[in-house]
């Protein structure tokens, strides 16, 4: 059974800072990971969209990238902005087709 | 383009009752796959639709179903409610099936309250 796991669990920086956040899953076989963002109440926002052929994936200041050998990924951040602050979703899309989450990461940017 | 819209977006029901949440998907998407976010369970997946077929289904009671229509927009129905269905229900929409790599996009959620 598919896990995955978001460490750590919140994370605080000022503003300015680069960061990492991390996600590990426990089954290779899976089609691509997806990295999100929630805001309080809100639904969910795609950042990034890893295939399981690529390694990494770029948008703006987010740098994802994928292991699927060690069953790893990160979700790096530069130059971190107050606005950036929200939970941080990783997901993993495997055989079945549904989405399996981790529990996130929430980050707080201070100005 | 327009992106998901789940209506309603709040609703307050009391235990017992029964509830029925929709999800327009975005244009050309044929796959809507539904998921619940608690704070303890985190988000769980509920059921995939795709050509108004149920291809995929999580491990939820049967209490909860759903359904596709033509146009593929999507509704899903909670029987019975118990305060543990209490949740955000997310709604997500991509081109393909099950066994496609295709990016999800989410709505906003339907808050769904039960007292």
């Known amino acids: 059974k598919q896990e995955v796991t978001q460490i750590p669990a919140a994370l605080s920086v000022p503003e300015g800072e680069n960061l990492v956040l991390n996600c590990s899953f426990t089954?290779?076989?899976?089609?691509?990971l997806q990295w999100f963002r929630q805001d309080p109440g809100k639904g969910l926002t795609s950042l990034l969209l890893i295939q399981s052929s690529q390694r990494e994936q770029t948008s703006g200041r987010l740098n994802a990238s994928l292991d699927k050998s060690s069953g790893r990924s990160t979700l790096y951040i530069a130059a971190s902005q107050p606005g950036d602050s929200a939970t941080y979703l990783c997901a993993v899309r495997g055989s079945q087709g549904n989405l399996i989450f981790g529990k996130g990461t929430k980050l707080s940017v201070k100005p | 383009k327009a992106g998901v819209t789940q209506t309603p977006r709040y609703l307050i029901k009391t235990r017992g009752q029964q509830v029925t949440l929709s999800c327009s998907p975005i244009s050309g998407h044929r796959s809507v796959s539904w998921y619940q976010q608690t704070p303890g369970q985190g988000l769980q997946f509920l059921f995939e639709?795709?050509?108004?077929?149920?291809?995929n289904k999580g491990n939820f009671p049967g209490r909860f179903s759903g359904r596709q229509f033509s146009n593929s927009r999507s509704e899903m129905n909670v029987s019975t409610l118990e305060l543990g269905d209490s949740a955000l229900y997310l709604c997500?929409?991509?081109?393909?099936?099950?066994?496609?790599?295709?990016?999800?996009?989410f709505g906003p959620g339907t808050r769904l309250t039960v007292t």
């Open positions: 639709y795709f050509s108004e077929t149920q291809r």
């Open positions: 997500a929409s991509s081109f393909g099936g099950r066994t496609s790599s295709y990016e999800q996009y």
């Open positions: 089954d290779s076989a899976i089609y691509n």
